[in-house]
Nanobody, 122 residues
Framework: QVQLVESGGGLVQAGGSLRLSCAGS????????VGWFRQTPGKEREFVAA????????YSEDSVKGRFTISRDNAKYMVYLQMNNLKPEDTAVYYC???????????????WGQGTQVTVSS
């Protein structure tokens, strides 16, 4: 497994932008697919976006397509989620997760970060 640490969350007005970062602890981080998920109180964790280990393929949930972009820099053991045109409904705790396959299912990811809060005010 690999340890993950998210950063970059905060409070932003609707229409604003944030960039979340996910730092991997080991060189093998570059071998993992990475997904971003989000969760609000009382709801299940929701898939946001994912990227293959090589970075050549990504997938995003429909509600964030055209607004959020996932990318990675394997030389720095980092994955990013650029979030533009944020909406109040994007408010959640955002988690990054690492696994062997790029999927939308949280159960397929074996390593998780502690989460970072994103709050979008209207």
């Amino acid at each position: 497994q690999v340890q993950l640490v998210e950063s970059g969350g905060g409070l932003v007005q609707a229409g604003g932008s944030l960039r979340l970062s996910c730092a991997g602890s080991r060189r093998t981080f570059s071998s993992y697919a990475v997904g971003w998920f989000r969760q609000t109180p009382g709801k299940e964790r929701e898939f946001v976006a994912a990227i293959r280990w090589s970075g050549e393929r990504t997938y995003s949930e429909d509600s964030v397509k055209g607004r959020f972009t996932i990318s990675r820099d394997n030389a720095k053991y980092m994955v990013y989620l650029q979030m533009n045109n944020l909406k109040p409904e994007d408010t959640a705790v955002y988690y990054c997760a690492a696994g062997f396959r790029m999927t939308t299912e949280a159960t397929n990811y074996s390593s998780w970060g502690q989460g970072t809060q994103v709050t979008v005010s209207s």
